[in-house]
Structures are given as structure tokens and as C-alpha cells.
Nanobody, 114 residues
């Protein structure tokens, strides 16, 4: 199994940027799909972005052109670069790894003020 630890959340003004990191407890080289999801207050958890071991990415329409997901297998880390942040991006962001079972991190809070 693997443990995931997110970091990099915080308070930022609209239009600003943040970079989230997801550090895995072991190599992620063999993990085909990793991604970021978010959950805003009172809403269901939703997909933000995913990346395969081959580097193929997928984004929610709401973040396309603003967010970039990447992975560094040497550092066992997945990143989410978030630019041009909007108040509606406010949520707890969770890292996810799809193994035999899905593994989730504990989440990191991103708050975007208007």
C-alpha cells in the first residue's frame, strides 16, 4: 500500500497562484493513475486533474488552462500548479492514487479570497 501526504494549501487572493504537493510513502513509478480531487463545503468531491504513469493528463473543464498536474517519479511526488485562482476554487484538495484499492491523502485546504 501507499500513504499520501498533501501540502501547499493556504489562503490566497483571487488571481494568485499556489502549488500543491502530494508526497507518497513509496515509489509511484508503478502507479498508473494519480490525481487531485477537491471538495467544497456542502458539495460532493469532484475530479480536478489526473495523470498517468506515461504522463497523459486529464482536467476538469473548470480548471483547464489554469491548473497543471505533474509527477516526479524520482521524488515520489505529484504536483498541482494552480494559477489564476478564483473564489470558486476554494475547497479541500485531496491526492488520490488508484491501486487495487483507491488511496486518499488527508487533504489540504485552499481558500481563495475575492
Amino acid at each position: 500500500q501507499v500513504q499520501l501526504v498533501e501540502s501547499g494549501g493556504g489562503l490566497v487572493q483571487a488571481g494568485g497562484s499556489l502549488r500543491l504537493s502530494c508526497a507518497a510513502s513509496r515509489t509511484i513509478f508503478s502507479i498508473n493513475a494519480m490525481g487531485w480531487y477537491r471538495q467544497a463545503p456542502g458539495k460532493q468531491r469532484e475530479l480536478v486533474a489526473t495523470i498517468t504513469s506515461g504522463g497523459r493528463t486529464n482536467y476538469a473543464d473548470s480548471v483547464k488552462g489554469r491548473f497543471t498536474i505533474s509527477r516526479d517519479n524520482a521524488k515520489n511526488t505529484v504536483y498541482l500548479q494552480m494559477n489564476s485562482l478564483k473564489p470558486e476554487d476554494t475547497a479541500v484538495y485531496y491526492c488520490n492514487a488508484k491501486l487495487v484499492l483507491e488511496v486518499w491523502g488527508q487533504g489540504t485546504l485552499v481558500t481563495v479570497s475575492s
